[in-house]
């Protein structure tokens, strides 16, 4: 890794890599490191992501039942590790719900006020989930298939934080460059729900499990949202356009389901743009 310091900091990663790897997570050996210069001798953990596999024609379910047991010990990496990390709490959401304000919606003719009104309803339904270590960007992109495809390897875990249970699971499950249907992603969600009881101890109800999910995923969808028509306007990228129309229905399958967001979702379709990505 050849990174300037006066472009990127590696401790992040140097330090991170260390939590989980101690963890039990199969992240890259790192065996040499220069902070003052930005250099660090690694691991190769070679160019066969977990979404060629899928584009493969690899078996789904198997798929993903390695990446969620991948995942796990992410999930349960102790205390003291939390403590070292960023929190993702209302501040931290509602900064990235922001950008989905300015860059999707683009401010015209919204009320500043109001949008935080809505998000503020959704960031309540997301505080009330356990906190854990969370990735952050748990998904097909940022897997490797490692010793012919029989092992995960995780990258790109250098912005890790403490945060809700479900994050990590909505993003691999509704990742947004991948078509996974409603009815499949909750038997996947409710097989890691078991996953986490036996690894904590306790139990959630179903309903519950489901919900945290559902709406930590529309955060996250919204949010990349805004990413990617900023990547568009500002940036000059195009090719997160043909990504956006999925994301979207990501978020919009959630506000359809759930009558406490139907306020937000009315007040979502009065902006052309959101209508737009309706297929």
């Known amino acids: 890794m050849d990174a300037p310091p006066e472009l990127e900091d590696c401790e992040p990663f140097v330090r991170i890599a260390g939590y989980m790897r101690d963890g039990g997570v199969r992240v890259p050996m790192i065996y040499n490191v220069d902070l003052r210069q930005g250099f660090i001798v690694q691991e190769d953990f070679g160019n066969t992501h977990f979404e060629d596999a ?14 969620m047991d991948a995942m796990l010990p992410v999930t349960c ?3 003291a590790v939390c403590r070292h990390l960023p929190a993702f709490d209302r501040e931290w959401m509602m900064k990235e719900l922001l950008i989905f304000h300015e860059w999707f919606l683009g401010y015209a003719g ?18 009330g989930q356990p906190l854990v270590v969370m990735h952050r960007d748990f ?5 490797l298939m490692l010793g012919g495809e029989r092992e995960i390897g995780v990258i790109d875990f250098q ?13 691999l499950l509704k990742d947004c460059y991948q078509d ?3 009815d499949w992603i909750r038997g996947q969600a409710l097989l890691q729900k078991a996953r986490y009881e036996d690894a ?15 709406w930590t995923g529309l955060q996250r969808h ?23 129309p999925r994301v979207w229905n990501y978020a919009n399958d959630v506000l359809d389901r759930y009558p406490a967001l139907a306020k937000f979702k009315s007040w979502l379709e009065s902006f052309d743009i959101w209508n737009s990505y309706k297929l």
Do not use: C
Request: aromatic content about 10%; charged content about 30%.
């Open 54 to 67: 899928l584009a493969a024609g690899g078996d789904r379910d198997k798929l993903y039942g390695q990446a």
């Open 77 to 79: 990496l102790p205390e």
């Open 110 to 127: 919204t009320d500043g006020e109001e949008f935080a009104v809505h998000a503020n309803a959704l960031i309540e339904g997301i505080l």
């Open 139 to 143: 998904h097909g992109r940022n897997l």
């Open 159 to 171: 912005g890790a934080m403490h945060g809700p249970l479900t994050y990590d699971l909505g993003s």
């Open 180 to 182: 996974n249907g409603a």
């Open 200 to 214: 904590f101890n306790t139990a959630w109800e179903d309903a519950d499990f489901l919900r945290w999910l559902d």
């Open 222 to 244: 919204l949010k990349v949202l805004g990413l990617f028509r900023r990547l568009h306007v500002r940036d000059g990228k195009d090719r997160y356009l043909k990504d956006m």
